[in-house]
């Protein structure tokens, strides 16, 4: 017999009988936790936007009567996990997490189908269902039906729609901001907890002076030869038969892709990544197993009087800051085609030369210019991978930073 606890004391119960008390309350338990949502969880705020999206037809479907939305009617629902059924879906709303959301002909069941915007119709292939919840992942197929929103022209990454770093490649950037003041609308309506007449009005979101190669930092990675995450693997070590993908992970699995080039990474970051592409594929008896790579980028200032290295302020604007002169950097071996060093950019403005070159070495320091500060930092530490919205971003902060009417010289 065991001894269970129960109400300040102990009773007695056969060895090996679940404790039925136990097993309710965690049922219990779990049953309220679908209704308490938790900011923090990515599953969580993709659920609040689901259940959103289903109350709002819902309530169509009741003062409408209407049986689906239009364009729904050959929608079959499909919930087998062999990714090979598809279904054919009208996205109604983008996600707080960027993906498209379209309805089941019920209109009681979502897809959610990445790489799609509001208006477009769409092949999706699910391959994750919820069904507790009402939803189900699918991987994009194709478009049968672009929204008007819908411009693929705009799309300058060959890798976009599988790659998982990019969504929105497809739209203008006023909606791509109109989406972001929409995230934080919503943070705000499902989890601040404040009734609707406290909720702050949103301001519009400022945009970035570069929507491509403003990035400063990637992290590219690579998988492990195969098995050497078995037990055997890892004791004796299992060598590398061919150059592995050396990349981003594949949209809805853990796949990785091979990316040679990344458009929205910064000139010296995309030459970085060149140059470690090449480097671990001729180091690749070095690797046991997978790794991530670092690519940051840093800057230097040099004042043309050659005095001094100058962290001054340039007044060009940010497609002029990033007017590169031709590559000036390191020559190349001819044995293997693998530069000796990561190639050095070098942009002459009106009172200094800028060089911009990309760490590779996690704990080496990187500098960033903001206006006139300059700032170090561990190269494999945070810090804003976006710098040409530093200058707005600060100046936003610091006349916002002190309440109206107040001079940053006042005491009080």
């Given at each position: 017999m065991a001894r269970t606890k129960w109400r300040g004391g102990f009773r007695d119960r056969p060895i090996g009988v679940p404790n039925q008390e136990k097993r309710k309350k965690v049922k219990k338990d779990n049953a309220t936790s679908k209704n308490v949502l938790n900011a923090d969880s990515n599953d969580d705020v993709l659920l609040a936007d689901v259940r959103a999206l289903i109350a709002s037809y819902a309530e169509e479907a009741a003062s409408s009567h209407a049986a689906s939305p239009e364009g729904?009617?050959?929608?079959?629902?499909?919930?087998?996990?062999?990714r090979k059924s598809q279904v054919k879906v009208k996205i109604e709303a983008i996600s707080s997490s960027g993906d498209g959301l379209g309805l089941s002909p019920e209109l009681d069941h979502v897809y959610v189908i990445p790489f799609t915007t509001i208006g477009d119709v769409v092949h999706g292939r699910p391959y994750s269902h919820k069904k507790e919840h009402n939803y189900s992942h699918a991987d994009f197929l194709e478009v049968v039906e672009p929204s008007s929103k819908r411009d693929d022209t705009r799309i300058e990454c060959p890798y976009f729609a599988k790659c998982s770093g990019c969504q929105f490649q497809m739209l203008s950037y006023e909606d791509q901001l109109i989406h972001k003041k929409s995230i934080i609308e919503r943070a705000y309506r499902n989890f601040s907890t404040l009734i609707p007449e406290?909720?702050?009005?949103?301001?519009?979101t400022i945009g970035s002076p570069l929507q491509y190669g403003y990035r400063t930092k990637l992290t590219p990675h690579f998988d492990g030869p195969p098995g050497?995450?078995?037990?055997?693997?890892?004791?004796?070590?299992?060598?590398?038969?061919?150059?592995?993908?050396?990349?981003?992970?594949q949209k809805g699995t853990k796949k990785t892709?091979?990316?040679?080039?990344?458009?929205?990474?910064?000139?010296?970051?995309?030459?970085?990544?060149?140059?470690?592409?090449?480097?671990?594929?001729?180091?690749?008896?070095?690797?046991?197993?997978?790794?991530?790579?670092?690519?940051?980028?840093?800057?230097?200032?040099?004042?043309?009087d050659l005095t001094i290295q100058q962290p001054g302020t340039s007044n060009d604007p940010p497609e002029e800051q990033n007017k590169s002169l031709p590559i000036r950097g390191p020559p190349t071996s001819d044995s293997d085609h693998h530069p000796s060093e990561v190639p050095i950019i070098r942009t002459e403005h009106q009172s200094y030369t800028e060089e911009k070159t990309c760490i590779t070495d996690s704990n080496a320091t990187s500098t960033e210019y903001i206006d006139a500060f300059k700032l170090s930092n561990k190269a494999g530490a945070f810090f804003q991978n976006n710098n040409s919205i530093l200058p707005i971003f600060t100046a936003y902060i610091r006349s916002h930073a002190l309440p109206s009417g107040s001079s940053p010289n006042s005491k009080t």
């Open positions: 729904q009617k050959e929608i079959d629902l499909h919930l087998s996990d062999d406290y909720i702050p009005e949103v301001g519009e050497s995450n078995s037990k055997k693997g890892r004791r004796e070590g299992i060598a590398f038969a061919e150059v592995p993908n050396i990349g981003f992970m892709i091979d990316i040679e080039d990344c458009p929205i990474g910064t000139d010296a970051v995309r030459k970085g990544m060149k140059y470690e592409r090449s480097r671990v594929a001729n180091e690749l008896a070095k690797y046991k197993r997978g790794a991530t790579l670092l690519l940051r980028e840093s800057t230097k200032r040099t004042s043309k």
